[in-house]
């Protein structure tokens, strides 16, 4: 299934992807896609509610309607940082011995298509094309790598903002530099497990203002999302609807040179097989 929340933000409805034009409305069954829906399993529940919709004919047109993150606000957003080799070499970094772990602020969850505000204070805002996991059930201490992939709900595309003078250069605390609001774009759907081939082959890409600036495949991951949810689980507890950024493959802003950062105007378009795109204009600080 592809789940996906539609509406205005605050008011989003949870719903089924069926294909490009028309999905189910589950909201009558489903109060949100949030820790309780995950926790219970009703992934398991829902798949038979919307064979019977759509059996039924009763399908709904997309009307232009807003998208919303596929997942309501998580206890946590975990990131990942400098997960693909040869982002670390384009920024000067050794590759990781283990996953390096810092924390998004869960209130920068936003909508694929929403814009994406650069912070006061801002001179280097970046982007960061990364596939998400969702976590499906409260999980800790998993015995192996391959327990894991049980405990994984489905998968999303979501957008790491970054502003690297914060992360950087403000005592080195990543945490600083990717918690402004607006900073987590997410979705246009959360794609459950058996929608995904092979979640270790799959093509990403990233546009500034149409220039192609990320191009890059999860084969390319050194630690891949079963391992890294393996990983975390013997650190803390990992409650279902939680998000894990995995991290990002080259061309980020900062690699280039001379860098090249966000400013007001601009239009970011990032894609990963079978999780759709987004398209976020950035806008100017409060």
């Known amino acids: 299934m592809q789940l996906m929340r539609i509406g205005a933000p605050g008011a989003e409805k949870p719903a089924v992807r069926i294909n490009e034009t028309h999905y ?6 489903v109060q949100d896609f949030d820790e309780a829906f995950f926790g219970g399993d009703g992934l398991s529940s829902l798949a038979s509610v919307v064979e019977d919709r759509v059996a039924a004919g009763r399908t709904t047109a997309f009307g232009g309607e807003r998208i919303g993150a596929p997942i309501a606000r998580p206890h946590q957003i975990l990131c990942i940082g400098l997960n693909y080799s040869d982002h670390a070499a384009e920024t000067g970094n050794p590759v990781p011995e283990e996953p390096i772990l810092f924390t998004k602020s869960p209130n920068t969850l936003v909508g694929p298509n929403d814009d994406v505000r650069i912070p006061r204070g801002s001179t280097k805002t970046d982007w960061e ?22 405990a994984i709900a489905g998968f999303v595309l979501v957008n790491d903002v970054s502003e690297r003078t914060f992360q ?3 005592g080195g605390q990543w945490s600083k530099g990717k918690s402004a609001e ?18 270790n082959s799959l093509q990403m890409w990233l546009e500034v203002n ?12 050194i630690f891949d999302p079963y391992f890294i949810v393996h990983h975390l689980s013997q650190f803390m507890v990992l409650e279902p609807g939680d998000l894990i950024n995995t991290g990002t493959p080259p061309g980020v802003g900062m690699g280039h040179k001379p860098p090249i950062w966000l400013k007001p105007g601009d239009v970011v378009e990032l894609g990963i097989d079978h999780l759709g795109t987004q398209r976020q204009a950035v806008i100017a600080p409060r």
């Open 24 to 29: 189910v409305d589950v909201s009558d069954v």
């Open 168 to 170: 950087m250069e403000r």
């Open 210 to 221: 149409g220039v192609p600036r990320q191009k890059g495949t999860t084969a390319t991951m």
């Open 182 to 199: 607006t900073f987590n774009p997410c979705g246009p759907w959360l794609a459950t497990t058996d929608e995904i081939p092979d979640v």
């Open 129 to 150: 094309v990364e596939l998400g996991v969702v976590i499906g059930r409260r999980t800790s201490y998993l015995d192996s790598v391959e327990d894991a992939k049980d």
